[in-house]
C-alpha cells in the first residue's frame, strides 16, 4: 500500500518466530530461499516508499504452488527492493535464472540485423509469433504498490509518448473502464488484451487493486504492435502477428522499443535499468531481458512423446497453453517460448526461439512420417 | 556513497539518480522512517490525484465518500498505521454485488472507527436505517428468558441459527492484522473455549490441520466457512496466509460453534435442525456469556462501546453484530409478488441458503433481520420470531386459497 509501511512498526513488537510463515505445504522459489534468520534480518526494513518484506513475500505465501510453473512468490514495489531486499532477492534471481550471480553484468542486445534468419518458419505448423517485453518507468511504484496517483501518471506518460508514434506504428490507445464488456472480450479472445484481474498470484500481491482505473491497451491500426498499460508491469511492449515471420516481428519490437524509449527521455523519463540486473520489473522472472519470444505451434505428435520435456529442457525453451500462463495446452497446440529471461541478450533469446521452433517442427514432420526422432535430440544449449 | 543524511536531503531527481547507480547507495535509507519520502510523495500527488473513480459504483462507501472527506483524512492513519486506503479498497474493487447493496470498506482495528469517523459515521448511518452514532446509544440485551413464541411449526421450518461476531480488544482486524497478531487470536480463543463444560464442551480442528474430506464435510454441514473465494474478502485482505491461524471450534453436539479468523476474529454460531429457535438463542446467551467470563478471567476483553456496541470488521456488523435466521420453505409466498415488501415491512431479508454469496434455490430461502444496530439482541431476536411466524401463517393461507395481508412496516429504533 503506498505512503505507509503497511504498519510494518506494530509487527516488529512481536518476535520474528511468531511473524513467520508457515511454508511447509509450499513450492515456490521464495519458499525455498526464505530462513527464519532470513526474514529476521529483512522484517526491519523497508524500501524509501514504504515497501516490505511482507509485502515482496505475500503472493508466496497465499499461493503455494502453481499446477503448471514453478512460481517465484515475490514481487517488487519499486526499484529499491531488489536493493533493500537482496539478501533473500539475490538467491531467488539465481535460483530462477540459472545460476546468474549478484556480481554477473547482464548485456542488452535490441539490434534485430544480429537475428540470423527466422523469416522461414512453416506456417503450416507455426500459427503465430510473439515477442514481449515490460518496461517500467523510473521514479513511480510498481504495480503491488502505486497509488491511484501515480497509477494514473504512469499512464497519462504513457498516451502522451504513444501518441507521438508514426508511420506503421501509430495508432491509437484504449481505456479499459472506457471500453465495453463486448470490446473488452472481442481484444481477450484476439490474444491481445490481459486477462481481467483473476489470477490468484496477481490478486494476491495487490495488483488488481483499483481495477480498471488506470488501466489500458495501446495498439497501431494493423494490431501488429501493442502496449499494455498498468497489468502487471508499467509498460508491456508486444509484437505479434499470425505466420512464422519471427524476423519481422523482432524488426518491429525493436524499433518500435527504440523509439518509446527516445519518446520518453525525451519527456525526462527513463526506464528501470541497471547493469547488473538490467531491465527492472514487477516480477524477478522478468529481469533482464524481460522478453518472452514465442510461437502458437502445432505440434500433437512432439507433444506426445515421452522426450518432449526434456527435448525443450535442451532447447531452452518452455510450453504453456493458448490462453496465457494460467492456462493448459489445448488440442496439440502449445506456446512455445524461451524459457530464460536474464543473462542473455535479446538477440540470443530470440536465436533460440528461432532456431529451436525449426526443429521442433522437423521432428513433428518426421514423426508424422513415422520416423523416430531420437538422433535429432540436441545437445543442452 | 550516500549517507543517510544526503538521502534526507535528496530531492526526487537526485533519488533517481542513486537508483541508477545500482549496487549498494540506497542501502542505508532504508532505516529511515518513511516520513520523509511520504511527505515528498504526498506532495506530488495531492489527494485529489488519489480519488477513486466511483461513478460505476453501488456501495455504501461510494455513495458518502466525497473529494473533500478524502482529503482530510487521506494521510491520517490509526495508531497502528492503517489508512483510509485501505479501509475502502474493497469497495473500490468491487463496484457492486448482486443480491446485497454491499458497505464498501472495513476497518483494520479499533480505532479505525475513530480516526476515520468523518467517512465512517455517514456510511453507519446510510447502513443502519438512520442510526447516527453521534448522538444515538446503542442497547444491549443477552436475555433470552424474554423470548417468546419462539417455536415455529417444523412442516416449514427446517432449521434455526443465531450467529454474532465478537473482536478481542488490543488485536488488529483481520483485513489488517500480522501473523503474530492472528496467531494470538487463534491462542487466545481456543484457550478460552477449551473452559467450556457440560453441552458446550467442545474441540477446535484448526484449518491447516484438517484435510479436504474433513472440510467439504463441514463446509457441507454447514458449519465451516467458504474457502476465500470471495472478492469481497480478498480485496479488504483478509485471505492473506490462509489457512494459517483459521479454525473451527464446536461442541460434541455440533450446535455451537465458533469460527476463528475468518471475517471477524471470531463469530460464534448456535444452531440446530428444526425450529427451536428460543432454544437456540438460549444456547448462545449463555455460550456467549461464558467466553467472555473465560477470557476475562485471563485478562482480555471484547472490543465494545456504548456509541457502537460490539466492534467488528465490517460496518455492516455494528451494534449487535446479531443475524438471527431460519431456513424456511415457502412455495406459495415467494412466488407472490407481495413477498419483497412483506419482508421490507418485517424488516427481514432473504438470501439463498448457501450462504450471503448465492442465490436461493427452489422454495427454501433463509431468512433474517436486516438490523444489527439500535435494538439489542432480545429485540432483533423477538422480530425474527415473530416475522418468520407471520410468514407462515402467510404461507399457510394461500396453501388454503386465502388472501393475505402486507403487515404495516415495524418502527426502526427503540423510542
Not at chain 2, 378 to 393: A, F, K, S, T
Amino acid at each position: 500500500m503506498p505512503f505507509g509501511n503497511t504498519h510494518n512498526e506494530m509487527k516488529l513488537k512481536y518476535a520474528s518466530a511468531k511473524e513467520y510463515p508457515d511454508l511447509s505445504k509450499h513450492n515456490n522459489h521464495m519458499a525455498k530461499i526464505i530462513t527464519p534468520a532470513i526474514y529476521e534480518l529483512l522484517r526491519k526494513r523497508q524500501t524509501p516508499s514504504g515497501f516490505t518484506l511482507d509485502d515482496v513475500i505475500q503472493t508466496g505465501i497465499d499461493n503455494p504452488g502453481h499446477p503448471f510453473i514453478m512460481t517465484v512468490g515475490c514481487v517488487a514495489g519499486d526499484e529499491e527492493t531488489y536493493e533493500v531486499f537482496k539478501e533473500l532477492l539475490d538467491p531467488v534471481i539465481q535460483d530462477r535464472h540459472g545460476g546468474y550471480k549478484p556480481t554477473d553484468k547482464h548485456k542488452t542486445d535490441l539490434d534485430p540485423a544480429h537475428l540470423k534468419g527466422g523469416d522461414d518458419l512453416d506456417p503450416n505448423y507455426v500459427l503465430s509469433s510473439r515477442v514481449r517485453t515490460g518496461r517500467s518507468v523510473r521514479g513511480f511504484c510498481l504495480p503491488p504498490h502505486c497509488s491511484r496517483g501515480e497509477r494514473r501518471a504512469v499512464e497519462t506518460l504513457s498516451i502522451e509518448a504513444l501518441d507521438t508514434l508514426s508511420g506503421d506504428l501509430k495508432g491509437t490507445y484504449y481505456a479499459l473502464k472506457n471500453m465495453s464488456d463486448a470490446e473488452q472480450q472481442q481484444l481477450i479472445d484476439d490474444h491481445f488484451l490481459f486477462d481481467k484481474p483473476v489470477s490468484p498470484l496477481l490478486l494476491a500481491s495487490g495488483m488488481a487493486r483499483d481495477w480498471p482505473d488506470g488501466r489500458g491497451i495501446w495498439h497501431n491500426v494493423n494490431k501488429t504492435f501493442l502496449v499494455w498499460v498498468n497489468e502487471e508491469d508499467h509498460l508491456r511492449v508486444i509484437s505479434m502477428q499470425q505466420g512464422g515471420n519471427m524476423k519481422e516481428v523482432f524488426n518491429r519490437f525493436c524499433t518500435g522499443l527504440t523509439k518509446i524509449e527516445k519518446l520518453f527521455k525525451e519527456r525526462k523519463h527513463e526506464f528501470m535499468w541497471n547493469e547488473h540486473l538490467g531491465y527492472v520489473l514487477t516480477c524477478p522472472s522478468n529481469l533482464g531481458t524481460g522478453l518472452r519470444a514465442g510461437v502458437h505451434v502445432k505440434l500433437p505428435n512432439v507433444s506426445k512423446n515421452a522426450k518432449f520435456e526434456e527435448i525443450l529442457k535442451k532447447l531452452r525453451l518452455q510450453k504453456r497453453g493458448t490462453g496465457g500462463v494460467d492456462t493448459a495446452a489445448v488440442g496439440g497446440t502449445f506456446d512455445i517460448s524461451n524459457a530464460d529471461r536474464l543473462g542473455f541478450s535479446e538477440v540470443e533469446l530470440v536465436q533460440m526461439v528461432v532456431d529451436g521452433v525449426k526443429l521442433l517442427v522437423e521432428m513433428e514432420k518426421k514423426l508424422e512420417k513415422g520416423q523416430p526422432i531420437d538422433a535429432m535430440i540436441p545437445a543442452q544449449k | 556513497m550516500a549517507t543517510q543524511f544526503t538521502r534526507m536531503l535528496a530531492g526526487r531527481n537526485t533519488a533517481v539518480v542513486l537508483a541508477s547507480l545500482g549496487a549498494g547507495t540506497l542501502a542505508t535509507g532504508y532505516l529511515l522512517t518513511d516520513s520523509t519520502a511520504a511527505a515528498e510523495r504526498r506532495m506530488l500527488y495531492p489527494p485529489s490525484a488519489d480519488f477513486p473513480d466511483l461513478r460505476k459504483h453501488n456501495n455504501c462507501m461510494a455513495a458518502s465518500l466525497t473529494p473533500a472527506i478524502y482529503a482530510h483524512l487521506r494521510d491520517k492513519s490509526t495508531p497502528n498505521n492503517w489508512t483510509l486506503n485501505q479501509s475502502i479498497q474493497t469497495g473500490v474493487d468491487n463496484p457492486g454485488h448482486p443480491f446485497i447493496k454491499t458497505v464498501g470498506m472495513v476497518a483494520g482495528d479499533e480505532e479505525t472507527y475513530e480516526v476515520f469517523s468523518e467517512i465512517f459515521d455517514p456510511v453507519i448511518k446510510d447502513r443502519h436505517n438512520g442510526y447516527d452514532p453521534r448522538t444515538m446509544k446503542h442497547p444491549t440485551d443477552l436475555d433470552s428468558s424474554k423470548i417468546t413464541s419462539g417455536v415455529f411449526d417444523e412442516r416449514y421450518v427446517l432449521s434455526s441459527r443465531v450467529r454474532t461476531g465478537r473482536s478481542i480488544r488490543g488485536l488488529s482486524l483481520p483485513p489488517a492484522c500480522s501473523r503474530a497478531e492472528r496467531r494470538e487470536v487463534e491462542r487466545v480463543a481456543v484457550m478460552a473455549l477449551s473452559g467450556l463444560k457440560g453441552d458446550l464442551a467442545g474441540r477446535y480442528y484448526s484449518l491447516g490441520d484438517m484435510n479436504e474430506r474433513e472440510q467439504q464435510q463441514l463446509i457441507d454441514e454447514h458449519f465451516l466457512f467458504d474457502k476465500p473465494v470471495s472478492p469481497l474478502l480478498m480485496s479488504a485482505g483478509m485471505a492473506r496466509d490462509w489457512p494459517d491461524a483459521r479454525g473451527i471450534w464446536h461442541n460434541n453436539q455440533k450446535n455451537f460453534l465458533i469460527w476463528i479468523n475468518e471475517e471477524d476474529h471470531t463469530r460464534i454460531i448456535s444452531m440446530e435442525k428444526g425450529g427451536n429457535m428460543k432454544r437456540v438463542f438460549e444456547r448462545f446467551c449463555r455460550g456467549l456469556k461464558q467466553v467472555e467470563q473465560l477470557i476475562h478471567e485471563r485478562g482480555w476483553e471484547f472490543m465494545w462501546n456504548e456509541r457502537l456496541g460490539y466492534i467488528l470488521t465490517c460496518p455492516s456488523n455494528l451494534g449487535t453484530g446479531l443475524r438471527a435466521g431460519v431456513h424456511v420453505r415457502l412455495p406459495n409466498l415467494s412466488k407472490d409478488p407481495r413477498f419483497s415488501k412483506i419482508l421490507e415491512n418485517l424488516r427481514l431479508q432473504k438470501r439463498g441458503t448457501g450462504g450471503v454469496d448465492k442465490a436461493a434455490t427452489g422454495d427454501t430461502f433463509d431468512i433474517s433481520n436486516n438490523d444489527r444496530l439500535g435494538k439489542s439482541e432480545v429485540e432483533l431476536v423477538q422480530l425474527v420470531v415473530d416475522g418468520v411466524n407471520y410468514l407462515i401463517d402467510c404461507e399457510k393461507r394461500l396453501e388454503r386459497g386465502q388472501d393475505i395481508k402486507i403487515p404495516t412496516p415495524l418502527a426502526q429504533f427503540r423510542r
